[in-house]
Protein backbone atom coordinates (compact mmCIF):
# COMPACT_ATOMS: atom_id res chain seq x y z
CA UNK A 1 0.00 0.00 0.00
CA UNK A 2 1.61 3.12 -0.96
CA UNK A 3 0.59 6.21 -3.05
CA UNK A 4 3.67 9.10 -3.47
CA UNK A 5 7.34 8.57 -5.08
CA UNK A 6 9.29 7.54 -1.74
CA UNK A 7 7.11 4.44 -1.96
CA UNK A 8 7.91 3.47 -5.65
CA UNK A 9 11.87 1.68 -5.11
CA UNK A 10 9.80 -0.15 -2.13
CA UNK A 11 7.48 -1.68 -4.46
CA UNK A 12 10.04 -2.36 -7.22
CA UNK A 13 12.40 -4.03 -4.56
CA UNK A 14 9.76 -6.71 -3.32
CA UNK A 15 8.69 -7.68 -6.65
CA UNK A 16 12.35 -8.53 -7.12
CA UNK A 17 12.58 -10.86 -4.41
CA UNK A 18 11.94 -14.51 -5.72
CA UNK A 19 10.72 -15.76 -2.23
CA UNK A 20 7.87 -12.88 -2.17
CA UNK A 21 4.85 -12.86 -4.37
CA UNK A 22 3.03 -9.24 -4.41
CA UNK A 23 -0.32 -10.49 -5.03
CA UNK A 24 -1.87 -6.83 -5.27
CA UNK A 25 -0.71 -3.26 -5.05
CA UNK A 26 -3.21 -0.62 -2.93
CA UNK A 27 -2.83 3.24 -3.94
CA UNK A 28 -4.98 6.25 -3.97
CA UNK A 29 -7.62 7.25 -6.99
CA UNK A 30 -5.88 9.00 -9.97
CA UNK A 31 -5.88 12.86 -9.34
CA UNK A 32 -5.73 15.72 -11.85
CA UNK A 33 -2.97 17.48 -12.16
CA UNK A 34 -1.83 20.45 -14.76
CA UNK A 35 -3.21 23.02 -16.22
CA UNK A 36 -5.63 20.89 -18.07
CA UNK A 37 -6.40 18.87 -14.78
CA UNK A 38 -5.87 15.60 -16.78
CA UNK A 39 -5.93 12.25 -14.49
CA UNK A 40 -2.46 11.29 -13.56
CA UNK A 41 -1.55 7.74 -11.68
CA UNK A 42 0.14 8.20 -8.60
CA UNK A 43 4.20 7.04 -8.78
CA UNK A 44 3.54 3.80 -7.23
CA UNK A 45 0.93 3.07 -9.58
CA UNK A 46 3.14 3.83 -11.79
CA UNK A 47 5.56 1.33 -10.99
CA UNK A 48 3.20 -1.40 -10.74
CA UNK A 49 1.90 -1.26 -13.88
CA UNK A 50 6.03 -1.23 -14.96
CA UNK A 51 6.20 -4.28 -12.69
CA UNK A 52 2.34 -5.77 -14.16
CA UNK A 53 1.08 -5.94 -10.71
CA UNK A 54 -2.35 -5.88 -9.96
CA UNK A 55 -3.59 -2.20 -9.08
CA UNK A 56 -6.65 -0.85 -6.82
CA UNK A 57 -6.99 2.32 -6.07
CA UNK A 58 -10.10 2.47 -3.38
CA UNK A 59 -11.57 5.87 -2.69
CA UNK A 60 -11.95 4.80 0.99
CA UNK A 61 -9.82 1.80 2.34
CA UNK A 62 -12.33 1.39 5.23
CA UNK A 63 -15.24 0.67 2.47
CA UNK A 64 -16.59 -2.90 3.47
CA UNK A 65 -16.43 -3.94 -0.41
CA UNK A 66 -12.81 -3.33 -0.79
CA UNK A 67 -11.76 -4.69 2.67
CA UNK A 68 -13.76 -8.28 1.30
CA UNK A 69 -11.55 -8.44 -1.65
CA UNK A 70 -8.49 -7.92 0.82
CA UNK A 71 -9.29 -10.46 3.13
CA UNK A 72 -9.97 -13.31 0.44
CA UNK A 73 -6.39 -12.73 -0.77
CA UNK A 74 -5.18 -14.17 2.67
CA UNK A 75 -2.01 -11.72 2.40
CA UNK A 76 0.58 -13.12 5.13
CA UNK A 77 1.78 -9.56 5.16
CA UNK A 78 0.62 -5.95 4.29
CA UNK A 79 3.73 -3.51 3.39
CA UNK A 80 3.01 0.10 3.65
CA UNK A 81 4.79 3.34 2.92
CA UNK A 82 3.06 6.77 2.47
CA UNK A 83 -0.49 5.81 1.62
CA UNK A 84 -1.84 8.58 2.72
CA UNK A 85 -5.27 7.04 4.60
CA UNK A 86 -5.48 5.88 8.46
CA UNK A 87 -6.13 2.11 8.03
CA UNK A 88 -8.73 0.71 9.64
CA UNK A 89 -8.89 -1.81 12.22
CA UNK A 90 -10.33 -4.20 10.21
CA UNK A 91 -7.80 -4.30 7.87
CA UNK A 92 -4.97 -4.44 10.22
CA UNK A 93 -6.10 -7.40 11.55
CA UNK A 94 -6.06 -9.46 7.80
CA UNK A 95 -3.29 -10.17 7.63
CA UNK A 96 -1.00 -13.05 9.66
CA UNK A 97 1.66 -11.20 10.28
CA UNK A 98 0.35 -7.88 10.22
CA UNK A 99 0.63 -4.41 8.59
CA UNK A 100 4.58 -3.22 8.31
CA UNK A 101 4.95 0.89 8.24
CA UNK A 102 8.04 2.06 6.45
CA UNK A 103 8.16 5.86 8.58
CA UNK A 104 10.88 8.41 7.64
CA UNK A 105 12.16 9.54 11.01
CA UNK A 106 13.27 7.59 14.24
CA UNK A 107 9.94 6.89 15.94
CA UNK A 108 8.30 8.12 18.44
CA UNK A 109 9.90 11.87 16.82
CA UNK A 110 8.22 13.52 13.95
CA UNK A 111 5.21 11.01 13.50
CA UNK A 112 2.95 12.46 11.16
CA UNK A 113 3.00 14.10 7.11
CA UNK A 114 6.45 15.75 7.08
CA UNK A 115 8.60 14.19 9.12
CA UNK A 116 12.02 14.74 7.06
CA UNK A 117 11.23 18.46 6.05
CA UNK A 118 10.76 18.81 9.94
CA UNK A 119 13.55 17.30 11.09
CA UNK A 120 15.77 19.46 8.68
CA UNK A 121 14.28 22.25 10.06
CA UNK A 122 15.23 21.66 13.41
CA UNK A 123 18.77 20.61 13.01
CA UNK A 124 18.45 17.25 13.86
CA UNK A 125 21.79 15.31 13.11
CA UNK A 126 20.17 11.73 12.35
CA UNK A 127 17.31 10.73 10.95
CA UNK A 128 16.22 7.61 9.48
CA UNK A 129 13.66 4.94 8.51
CA UNK A 130 11.58 3.32 11.01
CA UNK A 131 9.74 -0.15 10.28
CA UNK A 132 7.27 -0.56 12.51
CA UNK A 133 4.01 -2.59 13.40
CA UNK A 134 0.80 -0.43 12.52
CA UNK A 135 -1.90 0.00 15.05
CA UNK A 136 -5.01 2.26 15.25
CA UNK A 137 -3.14 5.41 15.70
CA UNK A 138 -0.91 7.92 13.99
CA UNK A 139 2.59 6.63 13.73
CA UNK A 140 1.97 4.52 17.31
CA UNK A 141 2.60 1.37 16.79
CA UNK A 142 5.21 -1.11 18.39
CA UNK A 143 9.10 -0.57 16.15
CA UNK A 144 10.74 -3.23 14.57
CA UNK A 145 13.78 -1.55 13.68
CA UNK A 146 15.30 1.70 12.72
CA UNK A 147 17.90 2.29 9.99
CA UNK A 148 19.69 5.72 10.51
CA UNK A 149 21.46 8.04 8.39
CA UNK A 150 23.48 12.15 8.78
CA UNK A 151 21.99 14.66 7.82
CA UNK A 152 24.76 15.98 6.20
CA UNK A 153 24.95 20.35 5.99
CA UNK A 154 24.62 20.05 2.26
CA UNK A 155 21.19 17.43 2.68
CA UNK A 156 18.40 18.92 1.67
CA UNK A 157 14.79 17.43 1.68
CA UNK A 158 14.73 16.37 -1.56
CA UNK A 159 18.39 14.22 -0.59
CA UNK A 160 17.19 13.00 2.55
CA UNK A 161 13.89 11.65 0.62
CA UNK A 162 15.67 9.87 -2.03
CA UNK A 163 18.36 8.68 0.86
CA UNK A 164 15.50 7.31 2.68
CA UNK A 165 13.94 5.41 -0.18
CA UNK A 166 16.91 3.87 -0.83
CA UNK A 167 17.15 2.52 2.88
CA UNK A 168 13.82 1.44 2.76
CA UNK A 169 14.06 -0.62 -0.33
CA UNK A 170 17.63 -2.24 0.47
CA UNK A 171 16.19 -3.21 4.13
CA UNK A 172 12.71 -4.16 3.72
CA UNK A 173 13.24 -7.84 2.77
CA UNK A 174 15.53 -8.54 5.15
CA UNK A 175 12.98 -6.91 7.74
CA UNK A 176 10.40 -8.99 6.62
CA UNK A 177 12.40 -12.22 6.21
CA UNK A 178 13.11 -11.83 9.63
CA UNK A 179 10.02 -11.05 11.11
CA UNK A 180 8.38 -14.14 9.52
CA UNK A 181 11.08 -16.21 11.24
CA UNK A 182 10.14 -14.33 14.95
CA UNK A 183 14.10 -12.61 14.94
CA UNK A 184 12.46 -9.33 15.65
CA UNK A 185 11.14 -8.59 19.06
CA UNK A 186 8.82 -5.63 18.62
CA UNK A 187 9.52 -2.96 21.09
CA UNK A 188 6.69 -0.25 22.11
CA UNK A 189 7.62 3.22 21.49
CA UNK A 190 7.69 5.94 24.22
CA UNK A 191 5.04 7.71 23.55
CA UNK A 192 5.86 10.35 25.98
CA UNK A 193 8.68 11.52 23.48
CA UNK A 194 6.74 11.61 20.68
CA UNK A 195 6.85 14.72 18.60
CA UNK A 196 4.59 15.69 15.81
CA UNK A 197 5.55 16.48 12.20
CA UNK A 198 2.90 18.33 10.83
CA UNK A 199 1.95 18.65 6.94
CA UNK A 200 3.62 21.84 5.46
CA UNK A 201 1.88 25.23 4.27
CA UNK A 202 3.32 27.48 1.50
CA UNK A 203 3.13 29.66 4.55
CA UNK A 204 6.07 27.74 6.03
CA UNK A 205 8.60 29.26 3.67
CA UNK A 206 8.52 32.50 4.78
CA UNK A 207 11.79 33.34 6.33
CA UNK A 208 12.24 35.44 9.78
CA UNK A 209 15.28 37.24 9.15
CA UNK A 210 15.12 37.89 13.00
CA UNK A 211 15.94 34.12 13.67
CA UNK A 212 19.63 33.02 13.14
CA UNK A 213 21.60 32.09 10.10
CA UNK A 214 22.16 28.45 11.38
CA UNK A 215 18.00 28.45 11.85
CA UNK A 216 17.45 29.94 8.34
CA UNK A 217 19.93 27.64 6.60
CA UNK A 218 18.09 24.85 8.03
CA UNK A 219 14.91 26.33 7.31
CA UNK A 220 16.17 26.36 3.63
CA UNK A 221 17.32 23.01 3.10
CA UNK A 222 14.14 21.67 5.07
CA UNK A 223 11.93 23.11 2.51
CA UNK A 224 13.66 22.40 -1.01
CA UNK A 225 11.80 21.83 -3.32
CA UNK A 226 8.57 22.51 -1.88
CA UNK A 227 6.79 24.76 -0.60
CA UNK A 228 10.63 26.73 -1.14
CA UNK A 229 12.21 29.62 1.26
CA UNK A 230 11.17 33.01 0.17
CA UNK A 231 11.16 37.19 1.54
CA UNK A 232 10.02 39.91 0.03
CA UNK A 233 12.88 42.78 -1.44
CA UNK A 234 11.75 46.27 -0.41
CA UNK A 235 11.87 48.80 -2.76
CA UNK A 236 10.54 51.81 -1.94
CA UNK A 237 7.14 51.82 -2.30
CA UNK A 238 7.24 48.33 -4.08
CA UNK A 239 7.86 44.54 -2.78
CA UNK A 240 9.75 41.55 -5.11
CA UNK A 241 8.92 38.34 -3.90
CA UNK A 242 12.25 36.05 -3.94
CA UNK A 243 12.94 32.82 -3.48
CA UNK A 244 16.18 31.47 -2.45
CA UNK A 245 17.25 27.73 -2.50
CA UNK A 246 20.81 27.47 -1.36
CA UNK A 247 22.79 29.44 1.45
CA UNK A 248 25.70 29.17 3.55
CA UNK A 249 26.87 30.57 6.76
CA UNK A 250 28.76 33.97 6.59
CA UNK A 251 29.64 36.96 8.98
CA UNK A 252 28.28 40.27 8.57
CA UNK A 253 28.86 43.59 10.72
CA UNK A 254 26.26 44.54 13.15
CA UNK A 255 23.15 45.99 10.87
CA UNK A 256 19.79 45.40 11.44
CA UNK A 257 18.49 42.11 10.52
CA UNK A 258 17.48 41.69 7.03
CA UNK A 259 19.53 44.35 5.42
CA UNK A 260 21.89 42.76 2.54
CA UNK A 261 25.40 43.41 3.20
CA UNK A 262 27.05 42.60 0.27
CA UNK A 263 26.03 41.67 -3.26
CA UNK A 264 28.64 40.82 -5.39
CA UNK A 265 29.84 37.58 -7.88
CA UNK A 266 30.38 35.45 -4.04
CA UNK A 267 26.28 35.85 -3.43
CA UNK A 268 24.19 38.27 -1.40
CA UNK A 269 25.11 38.30 2.05
CA UNK A 270 22.27 39.02 4.64
CA UNK A 271 22.33 39.96 8.58
CA UNK A 272 20.19 37.60 10.51
CA UNK A 273 19.46 37.96 13.97
CA UNK A 274 22.61 36.25 14.60
CA UNK A 275 24.97 35.52 12.14
CA UNK A 276 24.74 35.87 8.47
CA UNK A 277 23.50 33.93 5.53
CA UNK A 278 25.68 33.88 1.89
CA UNK A 279 22.59 33.41 -0.49
CA UNK A 280 23.97 31.30 -3.73
CA UNK A 281 20.64 30.73 -5.90
CA UNK A 282 17.63 32.48 -6.27
CA UNK A 283 14.46 32.32 -7.94
CA UNK A 284 12.61 35.92 -8.30
CA UNK A 285 8.11 35.83 -9.13
CA UNK A 286 7.77 33.93 -12.82
CA UNK A 287 11.47 33.75 -13.12
CA UNK A 288 13.58 30.11 -12.77
CA UNK A 289 16.19 29.10 -10.30
CA UNK A 290 19.71 30.80 -11.20
CA UNK A 291 22.79 31.52 -9.21
CA UNK A 292 22.56 34.77 -7.11
CA UNK A 293 25.76 36.37 -8.83
CA UNK A 294 23.53 36.06 -12.27
CA UNK A 295 20.87 37.20 -10.53
CA UNK A 296 22.65 40.27 -8.98
CA UNK A 297 24.22 40.88 -12.87
CA UNK A 298 20.84 41.42 -13.90
CA UNK A 299 19.12 42.92 -11.17
CA UNK A 300 19.09 46.79 -9.24
CA UNK A 301 19.59 44.79 -5.54
CA UNK A 302 22.75 46.04 -3.92
CA UNK A 303 24.42 46.17 -0.41
CA UNK A 304 21.78 48.33 1.54
CA UNK A 305 18.39 46.24 0.48
CA UNK A 306 15.88 45.30 2.68
CA UNK A 307 14.04 41.86 3.04
CA UNK A 308 11.22 41.58 4.69
Known amino acids: MGTAEIAAPVLQALSSESDFCVSLVISQPDRPKGRKLKLH ?3 VKEAANELALAVEQPERCRDESFLDRLDSLNPDLIVVMAYGQILPK ?5 PRLGCINLHTSILPKYRG ?3 IQWAIYDGEENTGITFMLM ?4 DTGPILRIVETPIASDDNARTIHDRLSEIGARELPDTIRKLAARELRPKAQDHDAATHARKITKKDGRLDWSRS ?12 PWPGSYTDWIQGEERHRLKFWKADLADAP ?3 HGQVVRADREGMVVKCGEGALRILEVQKEGGRRIPARDFLAGSELQAGARFE
Do not use: K, N, Y
Open 90 to 94: RLLSI
Open 254 to 256: AVP
Open 213 to 224: AEALDCQIRAFT
Open 135 to 138: DEGM
Open 41 to 43: PTP
Open 113 to 115: AAP
